[in-house]
């Protein structure tokens, strides 16, 4: 993979950051250390999101052969 844009790498990464900050605010508003205490775990939409940006920030938008 060749990265090309320098501002394609950077919306990714800014978009995991806001990510980050809403899963801790969360986490926060709830007193929780870790989003798997959470009763809403599996299906929280936050998570997904979250999880979403990661692999995003990883692939650069890439799709396809990536697994976890």
């Given at each position: 993979m060749q990265i090309t844009?320098?501002?394609e790498l950077d919306k990714f990464?800014?978009?995991l950051e806001s990510m980050i900050?809403?899963?801790q605010e969360c986490q926060q508003?709830?007193?929780l250390?870790?989003?798997s205490k959470c009763e809403q775990y599996?299906?929280?939409q936050l998570r997904e999101d979250y999880v979403?940006?990661?692999y995003n920030s990883m692939s650069k938008g890439d799709t396809g052969g990536f697994e976890f």
């Amino acid at each position: 993979m060749q990265i090309t844009n320098q501002n394609e790498l950077d919306k990714f990464e800014a978009h995991l950051e806001s990510m980050i900050q809403k899963v801790q605010e969360c986490q926060q508003n709830k007193t929780l250390d870790s989003c798997s205490k959470c009763e809403q775990y599996l299906g929280c939409q936050l998570r997904e999101d979250y999880v979403k940006s990661v692999y995003n920030s990883m692939s650069k938008g890439d799709t396809g052969g990536f697994e976890f």
